[in-house]
């Protein structure tokens, strides 16, 4: 069988000054789900917020992927086409989300052991991946975060 050269895992994405401030408007309140207050100030001067600042913990060790997972990791919290914001520099433990490299392509999927045996759970009504003894695991990263988009 040919190998096929995969990427070197992306440990660097770029110099420190691609994360450009993109500050953003940022309501001075949460956001009611039953009924708001009329009372309330809506937007202030100094209600900013930079995305990255909130999301990214660090940068040289993040990296972005978008999640296709056909439904796989829905319990979790992760749906197809959402954006996932994957850290490198975070020590993978039991109850983490992580992208790896399996059997030649990327995962996402909780990280537990049982028994003494990785295994990489998805949702309900998806059989979880047991690790087998001899095989090492090619963790890329831990997900910080993931982004639902609604439209």
Same mark, same amino acid.
């Given at each position: 069988m040919l190998a096929t050269h995969l990427p070197d895992p992306p440990t660097l994405i770029g110099p420190i000054g691609v994360f450009n401030a993109r500050a953003l408007p940022m309501l001075a309140m949460r956001a009611a789900?039953?009924?708001p207050s009329p009372a309330e100030d809506f937007f202030r001067e100094d209600d900013r917020l930079d995305l990255n600042e909130k999301l990214i913990a660090n940068p040289p060790a993040t990296f972005l992927v978008h999640a296709d997972c056909g439904g796989s990791m829905v319990d979790y919290g992760i749906h197809d086409g959402d954006l996932l914001i994957v850290d490198r520099s975070i020590n993978a433990r039991p109850g983490h989300t992580i992208v790896a490299l399996w059997e030649g392509g990327f995962v996402v999927k909780k990280l537990y052991v049982r028994a003494n045996r990785i295994v990489l759970a998805s949702s309900a009504g998806? @059989?979880?991946?047991?690790? @087998?003894?001899d095989m090492e695991l090619d963790i890329w990263g831990v997900v910080r975060s993931s982004i639902h988009f609604h439209v």
């Open positions: 789900c039953g009924f998806f @059989p979880p991946i047991l690790v @087998p003894e």
